[in-house]
């Protein structure tokens, strides 16, 4: 921020550092939240009795480090280091989890495990394994294919907390279904307020099969058929029916019957392994803390050391965060000195980090979070692009993202941001058309040599990378891939592990054939064939070791 160029937002930032206010930040890519933190907690510090009062959350090891360190170099006071609380929110939820370890649910602190997908199939293997009715019923219904059915239910366990509620209990049939009516509720009304006269049969007039405008007969004229109307007619032709058939909820019954046993099995098998995932700290630090008509020691004790909670990347915020920064602050008045900083972007909520709910920022943003009602507050000026990448953010991000915010969906508009960086010569977006795979990799291979100095490449997932990775290596281009190349599928190590499993156990004949494959001997695919066809009860080794001793 060194420039001297004003800052479009100044006011919204400067508001922002008041410590007797609470607020609610929309801060998109590039704004400089940090900074603003770093700032606010800053001024805290000089209002404070105690540094021990202030407590950030962040949600990466990263973040929290980057953050104490500027704040430390900023207050030009060593003593504080030990004394900061910056923590990642799992951290945080973990220390309240060890301060009660029997409300809590949790004894010993058990390691936490990144990815629990294994632990998730195990818990449903043996939900489903018990053979109960229910799991009878849904076997039933999906041919008796116990891999499906222990994928479905491994997958629902990975986003419990969505739907593993304050009795431990997935929701009723009629739960369920009065969500499906309130659903169509608001779909039917969102289309009345782009034509009072929306109705399914009027879709139906309106929109084709493939949910795009009529040319004949339709009761929209044409200098009425704007793109907010069409999504919300089609919204209204693809809303879900009223309630379930008795055949629907034979299957869905079934599964929701096995959902609590399945959670339960989590756990068994969780204190099987001494480990956990996140979603189960995040519950069991709720659970510590107790209820605002019931709570625990710790959430009294806490109500009178913590006076300003700080949230970075808010939209990242599951239930059970979300529940728990609810806890913290139940016992907050108005103007009693307490206030609460939630820093976010609902834009990048495409992410879904572990399950975040975006429609949790916008409720805090609409409503307040609990008991604490939030000012608004919104940072449009971007410090990190020149000003023609922002030119063509603010051109094209409003017919990407939809027009209006939306809870159900979490479907948020975008937000113009305010260029800072004068635009830098040539054009800053260039468009490229690929006809083919193949043309798509010789292109980028064509525009990295061209280009100067870094470059960084994008894309949607790995298998974009089938034609592109190859296509690099063919031109010498060294690169670095984050993410991308796991270390068990880098070649070297394939060949490692054949050739371990060829000599833990002889009679693995793809280890063998894969050793011999290996680039040290490099068989051709004819002499692998001659080898093994002979006879396929024989080792490999058998059916070579002759050969070698000859």
């Given amino acids: 921020m060194a420039k001297s160029t004003p800052i479009a937002d100044a006011q919204a930032r400067e508001a922002a550092l008041d410590p007797r206010r609470s607020f609610i ?3 998109p890519a590039g704004s400089g939240k940090t900074d603003l933190l770093v700032r606010r907690f800053s001024k805290l510090l000089s209002v404070v009795e105690k540094p021990e009062e202030i407590v950030a959350i962040t949600f990466t090891i990263k973040a929290a480090a980057e953050m104490r360190k500027r704040i430390l170099s900023e207050a030009k006071r060593p003593d504080l280091a030990h004394r900061l609380r910056i923590q990642t929110i799992d951290a945080f939820c973990a220390s309240l989890t060890r301060q009660m370890p029997v409300v809590s649910g949790f004894g010993a602190q058990p390691g936490i495990v990144e990815e629990a997908d ?19 019923r849904l076997l039933l219904h999906l041919d008796n294919n116990v891999a499906t059915a222990t994928s479905m239910i491994a997958s629902m366990l990975a986003k419990r907390d969505q739907w593993l509620r ?28 782009h034509h009072p006269k929306a109705s399914i049969a009027f879709a139906e007039s309106a929109l084709t099969r493939n949910y795009t ?19 919300a007619l089609e919204a209204l032709l693809r809303m879900p029916a009223e309630k379930y058939e008795d055949s629907q909820w034979e299957t869905l019954g079934a599964i929701l019957e096995l959902l609590p046993k399945a959670a339960g099995w989590l756990k068994v098998v969780f204190a099987e392994r001494g480990e956990t995932d996140f979603t189960e700290v995040a519950q069991g630090a709720v659970r510590a803390l107790g209820t605002p008509d019931n709570p625990t020691d710790l959430l009294l004790a806490l109500d ?13 915020t599951s239930y059970s965060q979300y529940e728990l920064l609810e806890r913290l602050t139940s016992g907050w008045e108005p103007d009693d000195g307490r206030t609460l900083f939630l820093v976010g972007d609902p834009m990048q909520s495409i992410y879904r980090f572990r399950e975040a709910k975006v429609a949790l920022f916008l409720q805090a943003w609409e409503q307040g979070l609990g008991t604490v009602k939030l000012e608004r507050l919104t940072l449009t000026t971007n410090f990190r692009s020149q ?41 800053a977006v260039t468009w490229h058309h690929a006809s083919s795979r193949k043309n798509e990799s010789e292109k980028i291979v064509e525009l990295v040599r061209r280009a100067e100095g870094t470059k960084a ?30 270390l068990g599928e880098k070649q070297v190590v394939q060949d490692l ?36 066809s002979p006879d396929r009860f024989k080792t490999v080794w058998e059916l070579i070791k002759d050969d070698l001793f000859l």
């Avoid at 405008?213 to 999504?231: A, D, Y």
């Avoid at 603010?394 to 990407?400: D, E, G």
């Avoid at 060294?478 to 991308?484: F, G, V």
């Fill in 304 to 316: 009178t050391r913590i006076k300003h909670i700080l949230v970075d990347e808010f939209q990242d």
């Fill in 166 to 193: 304050k009795t431990g209990l997935a929701p009723t049939r009629s739960e369920l279904e009065a969500n499906l009516r309130s659903e169509r509720e608001r779909i039917l009304a969102r289309a009345r307020e």
């Fill in 497 to 532: 592990y054949a050739l371990t499993r060829a000599l833990l156990h002889p009679a693995d004949r793809i280890a063998w054939l894969s050793l011999l494959r290996a680039p040290w001997l490099a068989l051709p695919l004819k002499e692998l064939h001659q080898i093994a």
């Fill in 387 to 427: 000003s023609g990448l922002v030119d063509w953010y603010n051109a094209a991000f409003p017919h990407i993202l939809p027009g209006e915010p939306d809870h159900a969906t979490g479907a948020v508009p975008y937000s113009p941001a305010t260029p800072h960086d004068d635009p830098l010569p040539d054009s």
């Fill in 118 to 136: 294994e632990h998730y199939r195990e818990a449903a293997r043996r939900a489903i394994g018990e053979l109960s009715p229910a799991a009878c």
């Fill in 213 to 231: 405008w009529r040319v004949r007969g339709n009761p929209v004229p044409p200098t009425q058929r704007t793109e907010s109307l069409r999504q």
């Fill in 25 to 27: 930040v929309q801060a």
């Fill in 457 to 486: 490449l994008l894309v949607r997932n790995r298998l974009a990378l089938a034609e592109i990775v190859p296509a690099l290596k063919a031109a010498g281009i060294r690169y670095r891939a984050i993410e991308i190349e796991h």
